[in-house]
């Protein structure tokens, strides 16, 4: 049971908007510890996708957004496209484990 | 250009230590801010963190593996290390290494590498 929690999954047809939660405790998200997700296409490494709560690396698209608020996280992403069929981690730092935690991870389908 | 590669066995037998080394370039492990992580992938399962190496040589470890992960670090050879003892077939997983920044994120990942335990 991961400490970050995630829905299992969601769907979407192209072009529609979805948004994948994380929800945390006091000891991670609620202390004001930042959250990164991660996307991960079939068979591949994770990659990062938002880092700092709401900041984008160089080279992904802005359809990509992040936010938190208390004790929870938010990835959403718009204009869904075939190619954001993947697995999506949220990852945190608990300061009572000493260390990172992932979420749980969502499977986003696209109809 | 930050590229990291995990290598060692892809079998081992329940009980024995398990070995990974990765080997990195594009930076240097003695860089203040800087870390490498190791995370582990059952099949089909979620990620799951287990330890990071820092620039002055601090270690965390996950506190669930606490007891059974060493991580050290060749500042010279570009390498981090991950020992794992008393291997169970539960830890059959993907063991990926990453790049750690003090944003407190991995933005470079390994490829991964499939260790099977097994008799």
């Known amino acids: 049971q991961s400490v970050l929690t995630q829905p299992p999954s969601v769907s979407g047809a192209p072009g529609q908007r979805v948004t994948i939660s994380c929800t945390g405790s006091?000891?991670?998200?609620?202390?004001?510890?930042?959250v990164h997700w991660y996307q991960q296409l079939p068979g591949t490494a994770p990659k990062l996708l938002i880092y700092g709560n709401k900041n984008r690396p160089s080279g992904v698209p802005d359809r990509f957004s992040g936010s938190r608020s208390g004790t929870s996280a938010s990835l959403a992403i718009t204009g869904l496209q075939a190619e954001d069929e993947a697995d999506y981690y949220c990852h945190s730092y608990d300061s009572s484990l000493s260390g990172s935690v992932f979420g749980g991870g969502t499977k986003l389908t696209v109809l | 250009q930050i590229t990291l590669k995990e290598s060692g066995p892809t079998l081992v037998e329940p009980t024995q230590t398990l070995t990974l080394t990765c080997t990195f370039s594009?930076?240097?492990?003695?860089?203040?801010?800087?870390?490498v992580g190791w995370i582990r992938q059952p099949p089909g399962k979620a990620l799951e963190y287990l330890a990071l190496v820092y620039w002055d040589d601090d270690k965390r470890y996950s506190p669930s593996l606490r007891g059974r992960l060493t991580i050290t670090k060749d500042t010279s050879k570009n390498q981090v290390v991950l020992t794992m003892t008393n291997m169970d077939p539960v830890d059959t997983a993907t063991y990926y290494c990453a790049h750690w920044t003090s944003g407190g994120y991995f933005d470079y990942w390994g490829q991964g590498t499939l260790v099977t335990v097994s008799s």
């Open positions: 594009g930076f240097s492990l003695s860089t203040n801010g800087v870390g």
């Open positions: 006091s000891s991670n998200i609620g202390a004001d510890y930042d």
